[in-house]
């Protein structure tokens, strides 16, 4: 696929879930396939890597957003998340996870702006922002803002990815492609608490130092990225921005704002068909 969706479609893997309780059950571990440079065109989709960025043992200090306020209607109208205090006023990695393990599966929808820069040696940095809705189980949509107009959207069942430009949609089946394993935490199947391990960062080298810096790594080994970065409001325990970084350094980040939940979002809003003298790639 062009390298403008070749890069967009892994990114999803970095946001942090809407995850849906399972009383136990453990999901499957994400097992996205290698990355590979794209072709120009698309032939054939793929679950695309991060764009490559630098190679890293901790991804370099980039300013990072101010801590979002506490979004509106987190558990009921009117109402806001209070995080359990912890007994000794000091939380370790693994309790800033389940923190934000619980602000998740306290929400049903969500919504933000986004801005998404990626990074990478052979391309250089692209950055892009958009709207991204979420919505249990399995639903999202990222509307890319002009001039590209591209789109990502899954009904829960049926994902498209559309490249406005080349006039181009890659449709996959949920159940059937690599993507879902992906994206995991987005579709409300998964919990970051069974599937990474942790350690918090030096929120102040990362210029954060009124919210938590997270490092994830995969229990498993993935060959799409070697590691995620959560910025965390210390307030609510939203992810305000995710950085997914591979071995060779790419990375590929999101910034949130303006983020709101449980909004009652339609289902319309995940239905999406390609306009008329669209390209169809099916896998």
Not at 1 to 6: E, G, P, T
Not at 95 to 113: P, S
């Amino acid at each position: 696929m062009n390298k403008r969706l070749f890069t967009l479609i892994l990114a999803l893997a970095a946001t942090p879930a809407l995850a849906q309780p399972r009383n136990n059950a453990r999901p499957a571990t994400p097992t996205p396939t290698p990355p590979r440079r794209p072709a120009p065109r698309v032939t054939t989709p793929a679950v695309a890597p991060s764009r490559p960025l630098v190679a890293a043992a901790a991804p370099a200090p980039t300013p990072a957003p101010t801590p979002a306020p506490v979004v509106t209607n987190p558990t009921g109208p009117g109402q806001r998340v209070t995080p359990p205090a912890s007994p000794n006023g000091v939380l370790t990695a693994d309790e800033v996870a389940q923190r934000i393990q619980g602000f998740y599966d306290r929400t049903t929808d969500f919504q933000a702006d986004f801005v998404q820069v990626s990074r990478n040696r052979l391309y250089g940095e692209e950055r892009r922002n958009g709207r991204v809705m979420f919505s249990k189980p399995g639903r999202m949509r990222w509307n890319y803002a002009a001039p590209n107009g591209d789109i990502i959207v899954s009904d829960g069942t049926t994902l498209w990815a559309y490249q406005a430009d080349e006039r181009q949609a890659i449709q996959q089946n949920m159940g059937q492609s690599q993507l879902p394993t992906a994206i995991t935490f987005l579709a409300g199947t998964g919990r970051i608490t069974d599937s990474f391990t942790f350690r918090l960062l030096d929120a102040n080298q990362f210029r954060f130092p009124n919210g938590y810096v997270l490092e994830l790594r995969p229990t498993t080994p993935q060959p799409t990225y070697e590691r995620i970065v959560f910025y965390v409001d210390r307030a609510s325990f939203q992810v305000v921005r995710t950085a997914v970084i591979d071995a060779q350094g790419n990375q590929n980040r999101f910034d949130f704002s303006n983020p709101q939940v449980n909004l009652n979002i339609p289902l319309t809003t995940f239905r999406w068909s390609p306009p008329a003298g669209t390209s169809i790639v099916r896998p």
